[in-house]
């Protein structure tokens, strides 16, 4: 049931601020000084290195923890889509934790790859919607993300589900390993908690991005950019917008735009930029600055900050809450999956059942 929305996918992106708060009172404890996995769960203090590998949209949810797991927990982390990962058949060293991120538990490639684990890595975690999946019941450790069941093909509320359970994990890591003080924990966690509401906050730019929407729909390739973990984002961005909006998108690490894409640019492509105004914002502006120098029309997502100090040229400008900074992939997820939705609403495509696509892919 659709709950009065016209779409699944518009349902489960507005109940985004609801599940996550399930989800972060599942894994929190009550006064924010802690977090809870269920048994038997991770003796971080072993893990030599992380493998984390996926697919499609999951794959980006790990992409984003890798900067999480080696920045705040300095674990060396490797990423792969499970279709490569299964056939490289890639050496595994000693204290080799591997994690598996699924919505469903079912994708073929996926399950493949945790199987070519077993044996091999010395743990095997998953983060999956579906307890009761396949790939949840062949873990050492299944995590749910509790994101309740995710009709609409375009995966959206179990993105930002996923994300959150990866930074709670990525957050209990740095505390095991020494690298994160119990103040600081507590403080993250605490800003974890804030996330509903801020979700809440940003739910509201929605009249906003579908006015823009209108004008994207008419474009034939659309690029996003972006920098640090808001580079998978910007390939969150571009996969939900070519999935239901059936538009070309292509999303690019802001600095290496000049090493070919650039070519590209012209007033009829669109150039997304994802940028809070954290530690990397002035790289990525200037990165955005030659775009319009070659008349490129920019949609600049960022904060009110960022705005002020670099929204003079730009084509439009989407203006998100403040929030802290490790936590804002999770946060830039909604306008992501809000451009995708109304892009293809203005299109008039099927936005729930996307031609060729299935939601559970357990075939490869
Ligand atoms: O069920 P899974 O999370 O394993 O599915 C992985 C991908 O098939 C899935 O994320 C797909 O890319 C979505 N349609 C993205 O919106």
């Given at each position: 049931?659709?709950?009065?929305?016209?779409?699944?996918?518009?349902?489960?992106?507005?109940?985004?601020?609801?599940?996550?708060?399930?989800?972060?009172?599942?894994?929190?404890?009550?006064?924010?000084?802690?977090?809870?996995?269920?048994?038997?769960?991770?003796?971080?203090?072993?893990?030599?290195?992380?493998?984390?590998?996926?697919?499609?949209t999951?794959?980006?949810?790990?992409m984003?923890?890798?900067?999480?797991?080696?920045?705040?927990?300095?674990?060396?982390?490797?990423?792969?889509?499970?279709?490569?990962?299964?056939?490289r058949?890639?050496?595994?060293?000693?204290?080799?934790?591997?994690?598996?991120?699924?919505?469903?538990?079912?994708?073929?490639?996926?399950?493949?790859?945790?199987?070519?684990m077993?044996?091999?890595?010395?743990?095997i975690?998953?983060?999956?919607?579906?307890?009761?999946?396949?790939?949840?019941?062949?873990?050492?450790?299944?995590?749910?993300?509790?994101?309740?069941?995710?009709?609409?093909?375009?995966?959206?509320?179990?993105?930002?589900?996923?994300?959150?359970?990866?930074?709670?994990?990525?957050?209990?890591?740095?505390?095991?390993?020494?690298?994160?003080?119990?103040?600081?924990?507590?403080?993250?966690?605490?800003?974890?908690?804030?996330l509903?509401?801020?979700?809440?906050?940003?739910?509201?730019?929605?009249?906003?991005?579908?006015?823009?929407?209108?004008?994207?729909?008419?474009?034939?390739?659309?690029?996003?950019?972006?920098?640090?973990?808001?580079?998978?984002?910007?390939?969150?961005?571009?996969?939900?917008?070519?999935?239901?909006?059936?538009?070309?998108?292509?999303?690019?690490?802001?600095?290496?735009?000049?090493?070919?894409?650039?070519?590209?640019?012209?007033?009829?492509?669109?150039?997304?930029?994802?940028?809070?105004?954290?530690?990397?914002?002035?790289?990525?502006?200037?990165?955005?600055?030659?775009?319009?120098?070659?008349?490129?029309?920019?949609?600049?997502?960022?904060?009110q900050?960022?705005?002020?100090?670099?929204?003079?040229?730009?084509?439009?400008?989407?203006?998100?809450?403040?929030?802290?900074?490790?936590?804002?992939?999770?946060?830039?997820?909604?306008?992501?999956?809000?451009?995708?939705?109304?892009?293809?609403?203005?299109?008039?495509?099927?936005?729930?059942?996307?031609?060729?696509?299935?939601?559970?892919?357990?075939?490869?």
């Amino acid at each position: 049931d659709k709950s009065g929305y016209k779409h699944f996918m518009a349902k489960e992106i507005a109940e985004q601020p609801t599940v996550l708060q399930g989800a972060l009172a599942h894994y929190i404890n009550a006064d924010a000084t802690g977090v809870a996995l269920p048994a038997p769960g991770l003796d971080f203090t072993k893990i030599e290195r992380m493998t984390l590998v996926a697919c499609g949209t999951a794959f980006y949810a790990c992409m984003v923890a890798k900067y999480w797991f080696e920045q705040i927990a300095r674990i060396p982390v490797e990423v792969d889509v499970a279709s490569e990962f299964r056939y490289r058949e890639p050496p595994v060293t000693p204290g080799t934790v591997a994690l598996f991120v699924s919505q469903s538990g079912e994708t073929a490639d996926t399950l493949a790859a945790l199987r070519y684990m077993q044996g091999k890595a010395s743990k095997i975690v998953s983060v999956v919607n579906v307890p009761e999946s396949s790939i949840a019941r062949e873990s050492d450790l299944a995590l749910p993300i509790l994101a309740g069941t995710e009709i609409g093909v375009a995966s959206t509320k179990a993105f930002t589900c996923q994300l959150t359970t990866l930074a709670i994990l990525a957050l209990n890591a740095a505390h095991a390993r020494g690298q994160m003080d119990d103040a600081t924990l507590a403080k993250h966690l605490a800003d974890l908690r804030s996330l509903p509401g801020i979700l809440n906050l940003a739910l509201g730019i929605e009249d906003k991005v579908s006015s823009i929407a209108a004008e994207l729909s008419e474009a034939r390739d659309i690029l996003f950019l972006g920098r640090g973990a808001m580079y998978p984002l910007a390939h969150e961005g571009a996969l939900k917008l070519k999935e239901i909006s059936y538009i070309h998108a292509e999303a690019y690490a802001s600095g290496e735009l000049k090493h070919g894409p650039i070519a590209l640019v012209d007033p009829h492509v669109p150039v997304i930029v994802m940028a809070p105004r954290d530690a990397l914002f002035d790289k990525t502006v200037s990165n955005m600055q030659e775009v319009m120098a070659r008349g490129g029309k920019v949609l600049l997502i960022t904060d009110q900050k960022g705005a002020t100090e670099a929204s003079e040229g730009v084509w439009n400008t989407i203006i998100m809450p403040e929030i802290d900074p490790l936590l804002a992939p999770i946060l830039y997820a909604v306008p992501a999956q809000l451009l995708a939705y109304h892009t293809a609403v203005a299109k008039g495509t099927d936005v729930d059942q996307p031609r060729n696509l299935a939601k559970s892919v357990t075939v490869e």
